[in-house]
């Protein structure tokens, strides 16, 4: 039971991702089906923000990606971003300034970073096609 009582802060912060991240609340969806079909789609999205808050999470492709975007370069560092840097620049995509007192990231800003991102990676994968 003890073990068990420990994911609850888990499971709190995966609840908060889709309050507040995915506003699943303030859908106005007509049918179950509908919200059934959001939800699974949310609940992958919660999923990896959470995780990117957890371990690390990026693939050699994104980091690649996030790096020359936030940095505005095609050269790369021998080694990735630390998890702490690459949320930072993710963060940055979707507002967070990042000044002395703002503190860390939070979930709604992550949100939107996140969201920008993919379309970066997608294009970056137009110009960097795997093998």
Do not use: N
């Not at 309050?19 to 699974?40: D, F, H, I, N």
């Not at 702490?84 to 992550?110: H, N, S, T």
């Amino acid at each position: 039971m003890l073990a068990w009582y420990t994911y609850r802060w888990l499971i709190e912060r995966f609840h908060d991702v889709l309050k507040s991240g995915c506003r699943l609340e303030e859908r106005q969806l007509r049918t179950a089906a509908r919200l059934e079909r959001l939800l699974a789609v949310c609940t992958l999205v919660a999923w990896r923000l959470l995780w990117l808050t957890c371990q690390e999470v990026f693939t050699e492709a994104e980091w690649q990606a996030l790096y020359q975007y936030h940095h505005r370069t095609t050269q790369l560092p021998e080694t990735p971003p630390s998890l702490a840097e690459a949320v930072r620049m993710i963060a940055q995509l979707g507002g967070f300034l990042g000044r002395a007192g703002d503190g860390e990231p939070g979930v709604k800003v992550l949100w939107r970073g996140w969201m920008r991102f993919q379309d970066i990676f997608d294009t970056w994968l137009i110009f960097h096609p795997p093998p």
